[in-house]
């Protein structure tokens, strides 16, 4: 059985909010009790913070050894370049050179702490960079310009992976890096080894990707899968759920082709608990679900994928699958 190395993003243990509940719908809870809140799941090795809400460019390195002292790796560091009312109309692709020159800085700040503390990998999520109507961008130049942004930090420090995350939508109504397959050509179209991306399973449902292919095609276009973001949703929104809670076939499927094809980084637990008071209860299901669904998904032969492959058929897949999950 794969040992596989599970970290969660800070804010699975905090309260949230959305825009109907702006102050969240549990208690507001400092660092400190998410840090504790983690030390009661068992398998949970690494911790993911993000820039500005848990980090800030005073307090980085004290909190870093929170982590550590708490017994967790630091897996990621999440550059801050969404939650500043300044992002809202663009960051690396903003129309404002001062906005681009700020959101690079952010993304060198964090890249500077990763290389400082070993953890080496930033993922930078540049969700304001899109349109909300028509005849709102030139798209040309926004591409130039998110070009030109990655480029500078790639080349900032080549030690440092910088996995970019894509998501179809939200908060603008069209993101524009929205897919798998668009995020994967900006950063061919930039070539540089430590660049890759963050496959967030939630924001591949979003685009109705199917996970294994997009696993498949991140393998066959450049090896660039550097990073997982882990939740589920109903494809409509970004709902942030337990993982496997809604595609549960399609897990077992995604496993076997990050297995199939080597990747050996964090699976990390990306999660929105709304209105779940025992956030320790969410991340222990989580990784519970994960076990399960991973294990099942080992107990696949692969002689036997191969032949389903090759004959296409169907139900000898169903039938697989079915024996995989429950004998």
Known sequence: ????????????FG????????????????????????KQVPGLTGIEVIGGWHI??????????????????????????WANPKWGWGTLASTDPGIRRDAVERIKVAMDLAASTNCNHVSPWPGHDGWDYVFQADYIKMYDWMLEGLEECAAHNP??????????????????INSTAKALLFVNMINKPNLGINLDVGHANMGYETLAESVAL??????????????????LWDDDMVPGSVHTLEWVEFFYWLDRTGYDGWYSLDIFAYREKNKV????????????????????????????????????????LRRALFG
């Open 1 to 12: 059985m794969k040992t596989r190395r599970y970290s969660a993003v800070a804010v699975v």
């Open 15 to 38: 309260a949230t909010a959305d825009r109907y509940v702006i102050q969240g719908y549990t208690e507001q809870r400092s660092f400190d009790q998410m840090l504790e809140d983690a």
């Open 56 to 81: 800030n460019d005073q307090n980085q390195h004290a909190v870093v050894k929170q982590i550590h002292d708490a017994g967790f790796q630091l897996a990621c560091v999440i550059p801050e370049i």
């Open 159 to 176: 030690s440092v992976k910088i996995s970019l995350e894509y998501k179809p939508k939200e908060p603008r109504t069209h993101i524009m």
């Open 218 to 235: 991140l393998k066959r276009f450049g090896n660039r899968l550097m990073h997982l973001h882990l939740n589920d949703n109903y494809r």
């Open 281 to 320: 209860a969410v991340a222990r299901e989580s990784l519970a679900w994960l076990e399960l669904l991973s294990k099942a998904s080992e107990r696949i032969d692969h002689q036997e994928a191969d032949a389903i492959y090759a004959s296409g058929d169907a139900m000898a897949a169903q039938a697989m």
